[in-house]
């Protein structure tokens, strides 16, 4: 599984548009990139899965750039319950049923 | 639709005990993996269960154990308690895509805190 880095901690207002970049330098060709996000005991909850490009759904939009080395969660208008543990997973299918979780992005929001 | 569901939630044990968790995948959902959440080590991947099978296994010793039922119900169990199995012990259920896989959407349940004295 190719190893991720992303910052411990990001902190933010009521409003503004949060952006977690993870970095992942030796991602494999059969590799997808996916964020869970986990509120303080509670499992995590998944966000969004892209390959490459541009994802976006109802909750956030994640940036794949050309390269795949590097992706962008972002969340728009964030709002106090975005307060969260936000992790970056990289792998291929074979390994979705064994995720291998890093230390995570704390996200906190404030008003 | 029910979620995953993850008994009992609460539990303290005395170390050497042993223990059994239990967790109901969502309806449909073949794959059930368990994973291990700790302050000092955070989520760390214990094993997954498909169609009865274990299919992937983690990285810890043969105290930790399940099993999976042809109803999707999985258990996991922890012989001989140690100090440090005090976690939050969750479970995850996924659909399989292509050729079985999970999809790679893991719907996790609340989990099991288990405090070992």
């Known amino acids: 599984l190719a190893k991720t880095t992303q910052p411990i901690s990001m902190d933010s207002y009521e409003g503004q548009e949060v952006n977690i970049t993870c970095s992942h330098n030796n991602i494999a060709t059969n590799d997808y990139i996916t964020w869970y996000q986990q509120f303080p005991s509670q499992g995590p909850r998944f966000i969004i899965q892209?390959?490459?490009t541009k994802v976006t759904n109802e909750v956030a939009s994640l940036f794949i750039p050309a390269d795949r080395k590097s992706s962008t969660l972002s969340l728009p208008r964030v709002s106090l319950s975005d307060t969260a543990v936000y992790y970056c997973l990289v792998g291929d299918p074979d390994s979705w049923g064994k995720l291998q979780f890093g230390a995570g992005t704390q996200v906190v929001v404030t008003p | 639709k029910a979620g995953v569901t993850q008994t009992p939630r609460y539990l303290i044990k005395t170390r050497g005990q042993q223990v059994t968790l239990s967790c109901s995948p969502i309806s449909g959902h073949r794959s059930v993996s368990w994973y291990q959440q700790t302050p000092g080590q955070g989520l760390q991947f214990l094993f997954e269960y498909f169609s009865e099978t274990q299919r992937n296994k983690g990285n810890f010793p043969g105290r930790f154990s399940g099993r999976q039922f042809s109803n999707s119900r999985s258990e996991m169990n922890v012989s001989t308690l140690e100090l440090g199995d005090s976690a939050l012990y969750l479970c995850?259920?996924?659909?399989?895509?292509?050729?079985?896989?999970?999809?790679?959407?893991?719907?996790f349940g609340e989990g099991s805190r288990l405090t070992v004295l």
């Open positions: 892209g390959y490459k």
């Open positions: 995850a259920s996924s659909l399989e895509g292509n050729y079985g896989r999970a999809t790679g959407e893991l719907f």
